[in-house]
C-alpha cells in the first residue's frame, strides 16, 4: 500500500543541483524531500570532468558562478568534505594571435561589466604557468581561483550533508505525474504522492519531459559528453587547460592521471540510463592533445566514458521560477558546465523558494526567454 | 586460416569477430568459417591455445607427460581453425567493442583493436566474446612481494617457455588447477617442498549432495589421478586456515595457521590459487547484464540458451559465461557461432537446431559434475575477504583491506562503484581485475549482505589501455569521412 505524504518542498533529482538545493532549504528549516529515479549523482554529476571554473562562462551566468565560487573555496564548512576542490586556475589557451585578440577583447568587456576574475596573459606568463605548453601559443587568459574537483564525492558530500539536515532523500523512485492539488503540488511516484506547495524541477537530462509535462516545453536536447583519462604521467601541470578554437579541457590529478574532455559527444540513450563512446570524435580529442603537448604521445588511457546531460539550444541553463505556474521552479539545462554553478545556484535556488526573491541576478537564466521565442 | 599481421590489412567489416583464442574462440571461429561467414579471430597471444592450451603449437616442453595428456587435446582445436578460411590477428589486443550503426545498415558492433603500435576500428555484425576466466585474487598479509605469484603465472612460464621455478616452492589454495600445476610442476623438476590446501573441512560435506552427478563426470578419473599424486608424492598439509608470506624485498617464508597451530615452512616461490572465475571485464564494458552466480560464486554475464548474452549481437562462450573447463568451452563455443551464423542468415533456425542437437549432448556430458567441483571447492571466507587491515587488496592504488573496511562504514558505501570514487580502488591500469571480486566481498561482509546485492565494478572501456598516439592515429573510419564530406 502507497501512502501520501507531505513537505515544504519536493526536489525532483539528487545531482549536485537538486542535492545541493535540498540541504540549502534544509538549512533554512524546510521539511525536504528529496527524489532520485537512479541514485545520487549516478548521471552527469558524478561522472563529469570536475571542473570548477568561472573562466569563459556566459555573461548570464556569471554573477550564480561567482556566488558559487565563493562556496567552493570553503566547501568544507557546508558539507564536511573537501570534495577533493584543489585550486590552481584554469586557463584558456590562445593557439592563435587572431584567438588571442578575441580573448582580449573579451576580457575589457567584462571588466567593463565589472567582472574581473578573467585576466589576460601574455606568452611568458603562459609558459611559465603551462611549461609543457606547445611554442606556438601567443598567450591565453587565467582565471586564478578556478580549479577542479572530485565529481561523484562532491555530490556525495551534497547528499550525506542533506540527509544529516534532515531531507527525506528517496533514491530508486521515479517521478510518475505532476499535477495541481488546490494550493498543493502532487509529486506522483510509485512509492506514494508527496504534497508541497513547492516543488524544483532539477530533473537534469530528464528535466524537459517534467517542464513539457506541465505545459513550459523547452528546447533541451540530451547529450552524452565524453570524458578519457590517462595512466601517471609524471606531473607536468597544475592549472586545467581549456581550448576556444578546438574543443579541450585537460586536466592533470595529482597523482599523474590527466583528464582529458573537451565537449566531444557520444550518444546517449536516456529512456536506457545508457551512452555508447563515439572513438572517431575521442580520436580526434587524442590528436589535439597529441599536436599541443607533445609530452602526453605515449600515455596510454585506461579509460573512457560519457554522462546523459542536458543541454539547451542556448547553451545557458534555466533557473528561477516557472513563468506559468505557482510555487515551481526549474533548475536544468546546464549545457554541460553546470557542476561548478551547483553549490551556489542550490543557495539561491533555496533562497527563492522561501522568499521569493533573490539578491543575485538571475534574469538571462530564466524560462520566459524560450517561452517569448515560441509565441514571437 | 589466414594470418593478417598488420591491422590496416583487416577488413572493413566482419560478419563475426571473436575476441580470444582459447579452446571457445577457436571453435567458434571454425565453425563460423566451415559456414561461410567471414570471421576474424583476434587474440593478444602470439600463438593459439588460449590459457588451458597455451602455446600448444609452439611449446618447448616436448615431453608430453610434463603437461599431461589434456593439455594436448588442444592441438585438434587448434588444426581444426587453421584448416578455416578465417583472418587470424596474433599479438593483437581488442580494446573496446561498441554498440554502432553499420555503414550497411542495421545495428552492429565497432571494435577497437591494436597491434604493434597500430589501432583500428573496424565493424562486425555479431561478435562472440572468449575471453576466459582469470584466478580468482588471493589477498594473504605479504602477497605484493616479489617471489609471490598466482598458480596460473607459473603455469603460463612453464607452457609458453618451460620455465620451472627455482628453488624450494610453495602452492597454497584450493582448486582442481592447484592439483594440475603440482603434478605439472614436479614432473617438469621443481623442489616443491609443501601444498597448502586452504579447503574448508565442511565443503566436503556440503558438495556430498553432488556426488552422484560428479561419479558421471569425466573429471572423476583424471581428479583423483591429480590428488592422489599429490598426495603421494608431495607434502600436503590440509585445513588451512591462515597464510602469511614474510620477507624483507622478497619472500622468505610462509606462515601457516591450521586452528591455533602455527608452523613456518622456509621458501622462495609461494605460488596462490583458489580457483578462477569468468572475466566480466569486456563482458561488462559493453553493456552485457551481469548476475551473481551462487554456486561459482563470482560474478558471470545473464545468457540464453545459445550463449547470447543481454546486449543482442554479443555471445559469450567459454569460461567467461562461466566456468565449465576446456572441453565445454569448446562446445559453448560451437554452440554460440551457430547462433550468430543463424542471426546473419547464412543458416536458418532448422539448421542451427539440427547442427547443435549434438554438441549440446556432448556438452551435458562435459558439464557434469561442475557442481560438486564448485562446492567442493569454495574458497574459504578468510582468503576471500582479508581480515587483516593492512593486507593491499587494490595492488594499481595500493588500497588496503582496513581502508576499504572503514570506508564502508564510516561513508555508508554501497557498492564498488561508490567505493572508487573515494579510494580510487579498481581505477588502475587492470580495470579492476585483481581487486574487483575482494572488494565486493569485503563491502558484502561490512554491510552484512550477500555479494549479490553489492554488485561489482562497472567497467569502462578501453578494456586494454591504448596509447594516446594510438587514438590520435586511429584511420578515420568511412562513417567518419562521411559526417565530414555532409
Known amino acids: ?376 | 586460416m589466414n594470418r593478417v599481421t598488420d591491422v590496416s590489412a583487416l577488413k572493413e567489416q566482419y560478419d563475426l569477430v571473436v575476441v580470444g583464442a582459447g579452446p571457445a574462440g577457436l571453435s567458434a571461429a571454425a565453425t563460423a568459417a566451415e559456414l561461410g561467414l567471414s570471421v576474424l579471430l583476434a587474440d593478444e597471444n602470439p600463438a593459439p591455445g588460449g590459457q588451458i592450451y597455451r602455446a600448444v603449437t609452439t611449446t618447448p616442453v616436448q615431453r608430453r607427460e610434463v603437461l599431461g595428456e589434456d593439455y594436448w587435446r588442444g592441438q585438434p582445436i587448434v588444426q581444426r581453425f587453421e584448416r578455416s578460411a578465417a583472418d587470424y590477428a596474433a599479438r593483437t589486443t581488442v580494446w573496446t567493442v561498441g554498440r554502432t550503426e553499420l555503414m550497411s545498415g542495421g545495428e552492429g558492433f565497432e571494435v577497437g583493436v591494436s597491434a604493434d603500435g597500430q589501432a583500428r576500428l573496424i565493424d562486425a555484425r555479431h561478435v562472440i566474446l572468449a575471453t576466459g576466466a582469470l584466478e580468482r585474487p588471493m589477498p594473504i598479509p605479504g602477497w605484493t612481494l616479489p617471489g609471490v605469484m598466482t598458480a596460473g603465472a607459473a603455469q603460463i612460464a612453464l607452457k609458453s617457455a618451460g620455465i620451472v621455478p627455482d628453488g624450494r616452492v610453495v602452492l597454497a589454495g584450493c582448486g582442481p588447477l592447484l592439483y594440475l600445476l603440482a603434478s605439472q610442476l614436479q614432473s617438469a623438476g621443481a623442489n616443491i617442498v609443501a601444498v597448502l590446501d586452504t579447503t574448508e573441512r565442511g565443503n566436503a560435506l556440503a558438495a556430498a549432495g553432488a556426488l552422484p552427478d560428479f561419479l558421471l563426470s569425466p573429471y572423476l578419473a583424471k581428479g583423483l589421478k591429480l590428488m592422489l599424486a599429490a598426495r603421494r608424492k608431495l607434502r600436503f598439509v590440509g585445513g588451512v586456515t591462515g597464510l602469511r608470506a614474510e620477507g624483507e624485498g622478497r619472500v622468505k617464508q610462509v606462515v601457516v595457521e591450521r586452528g591455533s597451530a602455527r608452523e613456518t615452512i622456509a621458501c622462495d616461490m609461494l605460488l596462490l590459487h583458489q580457483g578462477v572465475i569468468p572475466n566480466v571485464n569486456m563482458t561488462s564494458a559493453v553493456g552485457c547484464e551481469q548476475v551473481w552466480d551462487e554456486q561459482g560464486h563470482c560474478w558471470a554475464p545473464k545468457l540464453d540458451a545459445w550463449f547470447g548474452a543481454s546486449v543482442p549481437g554479443i555471445s559469450i562462450a567459454g569460461d567467461g559465461a562461466g566456468i565449465g573447463g576446456a572441453e565445454s568451452a569448446a562446445l559453448r563455443g560451437e554452440v554460440a557461432a551457430l547462433e550468430a551464423a543463424r542471426r546473419v542468415g547464412r543458416i536458418d533456425e532448422a539448421d542451427r537446431d539440427r547442427r547443435a542437437a549434438s554438441v549440446r549432448a556432448t556438452l551435458a556430458r562435459a558439464m557434469r559434475g561442475r557442481r560438486f567441483l564448485d562446492v567442493l571447492y569454495r574458497p574459504a571466507k578468510a582468503f576471500l575477504a582479508p581480515k587483516d587491515a593492512a593486507t593491499v587488496v587494490c595492488r594499481c592504488e595500493e588500497v588496503t583491506a582496513g581502508q576499504l573496511r572503514e570506508t564502508t562504514r564510516k561513508l555508508g558505501v554501497q557498492g564498488p562503484n561508490q567505493m572508487k570514487t573515494f579510494l580510487r580502488c579498481g581505477m588502475g591500469p587492470c580495470q579492476g581485475r585483481l581487486c574487483g571480486p575482494t572488494v565486493t566481498e569485503i563491502i558484502a561482509e561490512e554491510r552484512g549482505v550477500a555479494p549479490a546485492e553489492v554488485g561489482y565494478y562497472r567497467l569502462r572501456p578501453p578494456v586494454k589501455p591504448v596509447t594516446l598516439g594510438e587514438l590520435a592515429n586511429l584511420p578515420k573510419t568511412e562513417a567518419a569521412v562521411k559526417a565530414v564530406c555532409r
Open chain 1, 1 to 376: 500500500m502507497t501512502t501520501t505524504s507531505t513537505a515544504d518542498v519536493v526536489v525532483i533529482g539528487a545531482g549536485i543541483h537538486g542535492c545541493s538545493t535540498a540541504l540549502h532549504c534544509a538549512q533554512r528549516g524546510m521539511k525536504v524531500v528529496l527524489i532520485e529515479k537512479d541514485h545520487a549523482g549516478r548521471h552527469a554529476s558524478g561522472v563529469n570532468a570536475g571542473g570548477v571554473r568561472q573562466l569563459a562562462r556566459h555573461v548570464a551566468e556569471i554573477p550564480l558562478s561567482n556566488h558559487s565560487m565563493d562556496i567552493w573555496h570553503r566547501i568544507a564548512d557546508l558539507v564536511d568534505d573537501d570534495c577533493g576542490f584543489v585550486s590552481d586556475g584554469q586557463v584558456l589557451v590562445a593557439e592563435t594571435e587572431q584567438e588571442l585578440a578575441v580573448f582580449r577583447e573579451r576580457v575589457e568587456d567584462l571588466n567593463l561589466r565589472g567582472f574581473h576574475h578573467e585576466e589576460l596573459i601574455d606568452a611568458k606568463e603562459l609558459r611559465r604557468l603551462l611549461p609543457a605548453v606547445a611554442e606556438t601559443c601567443p598567450g591565453g587568459v587565467v582565471s586564478r581561483r578556478d580549479g577542479a574537483a572530485v565529481p561523484f564525492r562532491a555530490t556525495q558530500a551534497f547528499k550525506r550533508k542533506a540527509v544529516a539536515l534532515g531531507v527525506d532523500l528517496r533514491e530508486g523512485v521515479r517521478v510518475t505525474g505532476l499535477t495541481r492539488d488546490g494550493a498543493q503540488w502532487r509529486v506522483e511516484t510509485a512509492e506514494g504522492d508527496v504534497l508541497a506547495p513547492k516543488v524544483v524541477n532539477a530533473a537534469g537530462a530528464w528535466a524537459g519531459r517534467l517542464a513539457a509535462s506541465v505545459g513550459e516545453p523547452v528546447p533541451l536536447e540530451v547529450i552524452a559528453p565524453m570524458l578519457m583519462i590517462t595512466g601517471r604521467v609524471e606531473p607536468f601541470i597544475r592549472p586545467v587547460v581549456i581550448l576556444r578554437g578546438r574543443k579541450l579541457s585537460f586536466k592533470q590529478f595529482a597523482n599523474g592521471t590527466v583528464l582529458i574532455g573537451g565537449g566531444y559527444l557520444g550518444r546517449a540513450f536516456p529512456d536506457e540510463n545508457r551512452t555508447e563512446l563515439d572513438w572517431d570524435k575521442l580520436s580526434q580529442n587524442a590528436r589535439t592533445v597529441w599536436e599541443l603537448f607533445p609530452v602526453m604521445r605515449s600515455a596510454t588511457i585506461i579509460r573512457a566514458w560519457a554522462g546523459i546531460e542536458a543541454r539547451m539550444a542556448d547553451e545557458v541553463p534555466v533557473f528561477g521560477p516557472s513563468a506559468k505556474h505557482e510555487g515551481l521552479f526549474h533548475q536544468f539545462g546546464f549545457s554541460a558546465h553546470g557542476f561548478q554553478l551547483g553549490p551556489g545556484a542550490g543557495s539561491v535556488m533555496a533562497e527563492l523558494v522561501a522568499t521569493g526573491a533573490t539578491n543575485v541576478p538571475i534574469d538571462g537564466l530564466r524560462i520566459q526567454r524560450f517561452q517569448t521565442a515560441a509565441s514571437a
